[in-house]
């Protein structure tokens, strides 16, 4: 019996993913490889569009091979994405420049003028306010700073867009994608032009908005040379990396929540209603009707990433690496005794939306070591989801328990305790999490191998783990998180002088 296999690709905030599922068996297998992110001034960050696709090749070709499976027999594909970094692309659909990430901070200066113009259209349009991690405010920053660049462009779409455009020819995005621009109207679905003439960009260089299921185009001989699937192989439109991981892990109903450990931490939580907030990101759900506000921490796992690359260049050889970091820090008591990490490496996100914010370490002494250090970034990254968590508390979105844990973050048990100890809230790992998963799923709605996206979660249904918070630990934390949270009201006017001192 032919085996019916679905392939998906996550080109996500930090490296490339595959995944392949057995739409019978519901079995998946995946690989991952960390692509480089560039940051050639402070709070910028930026990526190279080829080292997705290249990324993506290489993954593919992996996958497929070791699990033994024939091109053939892989029956779509779906791609999904970080969102918000704009793909700018000339007449011949190549990338004009290196494409500005989601974690980017250097709008700051467009954001304002923008949020002064038209702070109330923003919120009553697109559910969101406008600052420096929106679409619109990072293409006004290239309008006014590479006027050169912006005369090239023709057209705009998104990363998984571009490998998808690379595998198909298709240059469309999703729904769901385009509301990350704060360029689209959400509730009417459709691009705005009095949005689009804030920055004076023309309605022809935005993409055709389709549903993430649609099957949009197939595999050409091109896509096939790099990629190693088989020409004339199906390919759905995809959609955020976000939406594929509440897919992927069971959100299905109101309440239903995900805590994201992985470069970008979230927490989303489903709702039955539009939450229009300057201090959330609020998008809709692949279910009319659905939305799921959430809270966006800008430096989670790019903060020990951050911390290995720099002080960890002893053991950065080994393939254990954050291992052997785990292990460091696991010697260490609740608290790091007195050291505390605000991981504001790139400004940061919900509940402050403020770019010149910045990361540090107080409270260090002579005794405090490396490992002291690590644990203390643990646990910064903890206590900014829980500031965020507090905000949706304040805003009346309550999670249901357990909570879904997500992301590559919850590989590490350690910095998994810690998160669900802070929150002071149980939770499970699913069984799928990953995005890459979640668009195979939804390119299997999207040829009719499943009849829904109920269906699809059915496939791969399943909890890998169920984690039971510390309820002596959370009440520590909670004493611990009070100064974290003052001390960051405190140091607010240090760190914006200390902010122009990284302007260029």
């Not at 951050?306 to 696991?330: G, H, L, P, T, Y």
């Not at 507090?390 to 910095?415: C, M, N």
């Not at 790992?429 to 709605?445: E, Y």
Request: aromatic share 8%; with cysteine; proline share 4%.
């Amino acid at each position: 019996m032919m085996k019916r296999y679905l392939l998906g690709i996550d080109i996500g905030s930090g490296g490339c993913k595959v995944s392949l599922l057995d739409a019978d068996s519901g079995q998946t297998s995946k690989k991952a490889l960390e692509y480089q992110t560039h940051y050639p001034h402070g709070g910028w960050a930026e990526q190279d569009a080829n080292d997705w696709v290249k990324s993506a090749g290489v993954l593919i070709k992996k996958l497929l091979n070791e699990c033994e499976v024939s091109p053939s027999d892989v029956h779509a594909v779906g791609i999904g994405g970080v969102t918000h970094s704009p793909v700018l692309l000339d007449k011949a659909k190549r990338p004009i420049r290196r494409t500005i990430h989601l974690t980017d901070a250097r709008s700051y200066s467009q954001a304002a003028r923008l949020r002064e113009s038209a702070r109330d259209i923003f919120l009553k349009k697109c559910g969101n306010a406008v600052d420096v991690m929106w679409t619109i405010s990072m293409l006004s920053w290239v309008k006014d700073n590479e006027p050169e660049n912006w005369s090239r462009i023709q057209s705009i779409i998104f990363p998984k867009d571009y490998v998808r455009l690379r595998l198909t020819g298709s240059t469309v995005t999703d729904t769901i994608d385009a509301q990350g621009t704060l360029l689209y109207n959400v509730y009417e679905s459709r691009w705005d032009e009095s949005l689009l003439a804030l920055i004076s960009l023309q309605p022809g260089m935005l993409p055709e908005t389709v549903h993430p299921t649609e099957v949009v185009g197939e595999v050409t001989a091109e896509g096939e040379r790099w990629s190693g699937l088989k020409a004339g192989t199906k390919v759905i439109c995809g959609t955020t990396d976000t939406l594929l991981e509440l897919i992927a892990s069971g959100v299905s109903k109101p309440g239903d929540c995900t805590v994201k450990l992985a470069t970008f931490g979230r927490i989303c939580v489903l709702s039955d209603r539009p939450v229009a907030d300057e201090k959330l990101i609020t998008y809709s759900y692949i279910k009319d009707g659905l939305w799921y506000p959430g809270t966006g921490t800008r430096s989670f796992a790019s903060s020990l990433r951050w911390f290995r690359d720099q002080f960890c260049r002893d053991i950065s050889d080994s393939r254990d690496v954050f291992q052997i970091m785990e292990k460091e820090a696991n010697g260490v008591t609740v608290g790091c005794e007195g050291l505390i990490f605000h991981p504001y490496l790139q400004g940061e996100g919900s509940p402050y939306n403020d770019p010149d914010l910045r990361g540090d370490f107080i409270g260090l002494s002579l005794h405090h070591g490396r490992a002291h250090l690590i644990r203390a970034v643990m646990e910064g990254t903890a206590f900014s989801l829980l500031d965020s968590y507090t905000y949706l508390k304040e805003r009346k979105i309550d999670a249901h328990e357990p909570v879904r844990f997500i992301g590559g973050g919850t590989q590490s048990k350690l910095w998994l305790t810690i998160v669900a100890d802070v929150l002071g809230m149980d939770g499970v790992k699913p069984r799928a999490t990953d995005p890459s998963i979640g668009a195979a799923m939804l390119a299997g709605v999207g040829i009719k191998v499943f009849k829904s996206v109920e269906e699809a979660q059915k496939c791969v249904k399943g909890d890998t783990e169920t984690i039971v918070h510390s309820k002596e630990n959370s009440a520590r934390y909670r004493e611990i998180f009070a100064s974290y949270r003052k001390s960051t009201g405190l140091l607010k006017d240090i760190y914006h002088k200390l902010s122009r001192f990284s302007v260029v």
